[in-house]
């Protein structure tokens, strides 16, 4: 198993930015594809981004391609979200969500096994 923590919410204004970082423990983090999901009042859990195990391959939902940025140090068991030009939209709690290493992309939560307990961004207009 992996236990997930995250990190770096908060409170911006529009146009900002922001870093999340997600923790990982447990089994070996590099045996992990890793996922960011978010959750608005009111609305289903959404994939926003994810990466395979390697690092070597990203993919994006379409309505944060350009200005979300995923990354991972498997030396440090952490995966990254940069959130750059922030808007109101993008007012949600974020999730970290891991599964075993797979063979392609994978877009909805119930693909995944591991959950963190999640971060709330808040952006003001």
């Known amino acids: 198993q992996v236990q997930l923590v995250e990190s770096g919410g908060g409170l911006v204004q529009v146009g900002g930015s922001l870093r999340l970082s997600c923790a990982a423990s447990?089994?070996?983090?590099?045996?992990?594809?890793m996922g960011w999901f978010r959750q608005a009042p009111g609305k289903e859990r959404e994939f926003v981004v994810g990466i395979m195990w390697s690092g070597g391959k990203t993919y994006y939902a379409d309505s944060v391609k350009g200005r979300f940025t995923i990354s991972r140090d498997n030396a440090k068991n952490t995966v990254y979200l940069q959130i750059d030009s922030l808007k109101p939209e993008d007012t949600a709690v974020y999730y970290c969500a891991a599964r075993e290493r797979g063979s392609y992309f994978y877009t909805r939560a119930m693909e995944y096994d591991y959950w963190g307990q999640g971060t709330q961004v808040t952006v003001s207009s």
């Open positions: 447990g089994r070996t983090f590099s045996s992990y594809d």
